[in-house]
Structure formats: C-alpha cells, structure tokens
C-alpha cells in the first residue's frame, strides 16, 4: 500500500514538493537523520516532529513535536506520542506546513499482463492498436471469416419430425398409483376372517285369537223378531 505526501502550502519561499512511501516506518522533521526533512526556517518544527509508519495493514501518525501536529481541521493536536490512523484524502498540518495525505490500494498499481495463449490467438495477436482502429462501415466484418457458400453449414443436418401439438409438449401422464401389490393374496392376511353375524329371527309370538262363541237359537230368534221376520 503505497503512501504519497504533497505540500499544499509552507512558509514562503518553500517550493511545493511531494515525497513516496513504501511500506515502513519514516521520521518527518527539520533535522537532518529524518527521511523526509523540511526546511523550517522560523524554527516552529521540531527535530522529529512526527513519524509514519505502515503497520496491520494501514498506516499511522504519531506526534513527538513540541508545537503540535494537527490533522484535517482539528483544533487540538494529537498530542506528545498520539496515534491516529491515516486515510486517504487526510490533511496534516505542522508547523507552516499543509501536506495531503494520498494512500493507494495495492490492486490499483497492477497492470493486467497482455493476453496470451488461446486467448490471444483468437483475436490475432496481442497488439493493442487493433482494438482502436475506427470501424469501416463498407469494410468486412472485423474477426469474420470470409463466406464459403459451398462450406457446410455447422448446424445442418437431419432433423426428426415432430407431430406431436405445440400444446402437448410439456404434458406429462400422471403416474399410476398401486394401492395392492401384485402378489397379495387374501388368505395371507393378517387380519382373521370373522364369520358373518347370525341372523335375528323375527318374533313368532302374537296375541291370542278370541275364540268363536257358536249361535244359539235363543240368539237367532230374538234376532229374528227385533227384524219383524217370522221365527
């Protein structure tokens, strides 16, 4: 991850200048044993005024300095031995000094490599002006290989014939479900056959039939005169 610091503005006289960091550690300060010295000619730097270094995948800021290094529009200074992790687009500022911070992912400094094997055989090579050229509208059709009318067409060849409507395409029979098997037999069932229930028999008994009184002649003959009828 790959650090980059540009003054933004100094006392006068100072050209503006811009200093690239690898991973590691680097003092900053108007001595001379610092990696990256700064001209302080009314003495507001100290001797190491701060220090940056790369660690646990980010970088840092610490402050040793006497007057204070500020970062972005803070009022307050990080303090003597403060840490704080820098971001790119971040500000410091020190003594007269404004510097930007700009800190570059590892994946952005790649470049891809040229494309080669199959690859690049499918497009004729790696050369890259081939990708720029202006299209011609007239011309042939770029990568095209040229017509062969007597060439054999890749996808010919025999086709079944279909009858079956559009509609029926996706209809599928519904399964037959077996509810016995093909092998079963009755007199192997579990189940005990149980005789059928006797028969109720309806009841014979009824009331008895008055018996039948004989005619006496008593009955008839008076039977006869209430009728007005001779005896």
Same mark, same amino acid.
């Given at each position: 991850?790959?650090?980059?610091?540009?003054?933004?503005?100094?006392?006068?006289?100072?050209?503006?200048?811009?200093? +690239?960091?690898?991973?590691?550690?680097?003092?900053?300060?108007?001595?001379?044993?610092?990696?990256?010295?700064?001209?302080?000619?009314?003495?507001?730097?100290?001797?190491?005024?701060?220090?940056?270094?790369?660690?646990?995948?980010?970088?840092?800021?610490?402050?040793?300095?006497?007057?204070?290094?500020?970062?972005?529009?803070?009022?307050?200074?990080?303090?003597?031995?403060?840490?704080?992790?820098?971001?790119?687009?971040?500000?410091?500022?020190?003594?007269?000094?404004?510097?930007? +911070?700009?800190?570059?992912?590892?994946?952005?400094?790649?470049? #891809?490599?040229?494309?080669?094997?199959?690859?690049?055989? !499918?497009?004729?090579?790696?050369?890259?002006?081939?990708?720029?050229?202006?299209?011609?509208?007239?011309?042939?059709?770029?990568?095209?290989?040229?017509?062969?009318?007597?060439?054999?067409?890749?996808?010919?060849?025999?086709?079944?014939? #279909?009858?079956?409507?559009?509609?029926?395409?996706?209809?599928?029979?519904?399964?037959? +479900?077996?509810?016995?098997?093909?092998?079963?037999?009755? !007199?192997?069932?579990?189940?005990?056959?149980?005789?059928?229930?006797?028969?109720?028999?309806?009841?014979?008994?009824?009331?008895?039939?008055?018996?039948?009184?004989? +005619?006496?002649?008593?009955?008839?003959?008076?039977?006869?005169?209430?009728?007005?009828?001779?005896?």
């Amino acid at each position: 991850m790959q650090l980059t610091l540009s003054i933004l503005a100094g006392p006068d006289g100072i050209a503006r200048d811009s200093r +690239v960091f690898a991973p590691g550690t680097f003092g900053i300060g108007r001595a001379d044993d610092n990696d990256w010295v700064l001209p302080d000619p009314h003495r507001h730097l100290s001797k190491r005024h701060c220090s940056i270094a790369f660690q646990d995948g980010f970088w840092t800021l610490t402050d040793f300095s006497t007057n204070g290094t500020f970062l972005n529009d803070e009022r307050g200074p990080l303090g003597q031995r403060g840490v704080r992790e820098l971001r790119d687009g971040d500000r410091l500022r020190l003594g007269g000094y404004e510097i930007a +911070v700009s800190i570059a992912e590892a994946g952005s400094l790649r470049q #891809d490599p040229p494309a080669t094997g199959r690859l690049a055989s !499918s497009f004729g090579g790696t050369d890259s002006a081939a990708f720029v050229r202006p299209f011609d509208p007239s011309g042939p059709i770029p990568f095209a290989p040229p017509f062969d009318g007597a060439a054999e067409e890749p996808f010919a060849g025999d086709v079944r014939p #279909d009858h079956t409507p559009g509609i029926e395409d996706a209809f599928q029979p519904p399964r037959p +479900v077996v509810l016995l098997d093909e092998d079963w037999d009755l !007199s192997e069932s579990v189940a005990a056959v149980q005789p059928p229930p006797p028969a109720i028999k309806p009841d014979l008994v009824s009331n008895p039939v008055a018996p039948v009184q004989p +005619v006496t002649d008593d009955l008839l003959a008076a039977f006869l005169r209430g009728a007005g009828m001779p005896e």
